[in-house]
């Protein structure tokens, strides 16, 4: 209780600080970095940036939580831009997927009438490191025909090894469950919906499915001796795999469907890649 108790008067100072600065016209930007937890509800940022906001200041966020969490069946990210824009400011937040590469602004400021309706890639790399460990030097193992001893680490020896690198969530579940792969996930579906083009006036919204309902597989699942019969028998490598796809779905009035719909069709798998595939060299 009085861990709590000391938990939720630090973030109503903290607002209060925001709101201040504000005023005072202290600061005109606010840089937030706090940690996000695909399983918590993206507090305290989502209310400091939102204080920021109202207090007349821009927010450039390195969070993923606000861009993928939704509360009472209205995205928190739309409502964030919302309240922005009645300020006059701006809510930036380029990197809080793929480390500041300019996804986001890419589709905004370059590609402003293209709907992406796609998306695959890998987004977790301390998933990649790990299975890039465990298959180690296996395909100097195929290509010497077996000469050469396989090189390679067990799971934990290479959990540990993206630990000393400083990769890997302080709950590590987040990354070899998928966990944080979904979010960013989702908070790319959420950033392209608002550029999708309906087909009719009454059309429904896209829909995103929540965070929870996105299907997950966890490499921790995964046999090392099954990754490297793979790439003996036909050169294939495992990768924890973040795809979404935006589809139609058909009026149905029995499930209270009256309209056409999009929705995103969203998952983290573990895949068997083959040579052919974009994501196949890429490595940890």
């Not at 987040?174 to 792969?181: E, H, K, N, V």
């Not at 149905?252 to 895949?271: A, F, I, Q, Y």
Request: glycine fraction near 6%; aromatic fraction near 4%; hydrophobic fraction near 35%.
């Amino acid at each position: 209780t009085s861990h709590t108790h000391t938990t939720t008067t630090t973030t109503e100072e903290t607002i209060k600080l925001l709101e201040e600065l504000g005023k005072t016209q202290t600061a005109n930007i606010v840089v937030e970095a706090i940690p996000s937890n695909p399983k918590g509800n993206g507090e305290p940022a989502i209310s400091f940036i939102k204080a920021a906001l109202q207090a007349g200041m821009h927010v450039a966020s390195a969070n993923k939580c606000p861009l993928a969490h939704k509360r009472n069946d209205k995205e928190t990210y739309f409502e964030l831009q919302e309240i922005a824009k009645q300020n006059g400011m701006h809510y930036l937040h380029e990197s809080a997927v793929m480390d500041g590469v300019p996804i986001f602004s890419l589709w905004k400021n370059t590609l402003p009438n293209v709907s992406c309706t796609k998306i695959r890639g890998l987004l977790n790399s301390t998933t990649t490191m790990i299975l890039s460990r465990i298959e180690g030097n296996i395909e100097e193992v195929v290509e010497s025909g077996g000469q050469v001893e396989h090189v390679g680490e067990t799971f934990e020896e290479a959990l540990q090894a993206a630990k000393q690198v400083g990769i890997v969530e302080e709950d590590e579940s987040l990354d070899i469950d998928g966990w944080d792969a979904a979010m960013k996930l989702r908070a790319l579906c959420v950033f392209l919906s608002s550029s999708i083009k309906k087909s009719s006036p009454a059309e429904n919204d896209v829909t995103i499915p929540s965070l929870e309902d996105i299907p997950r597989d966890s490499i921790g699942e995964i046999d090392p001796e099954l990754i490297c019969r793979q790439f003996r028998t036909s050169k294939k490598k495992v990768r924890s795999v973040a795809s979404a796809e935006l589809i139609d779905l058909a009026p149905d009035p029995l499930v209270g469907r009256h309209h056409p719909v999009k929705t995103w069709k969203m998952s983290v798998k573990n895949e068997f890649l083959s040579q052919s595939d974009p994501l196949y060299n890429l490595d940890g």
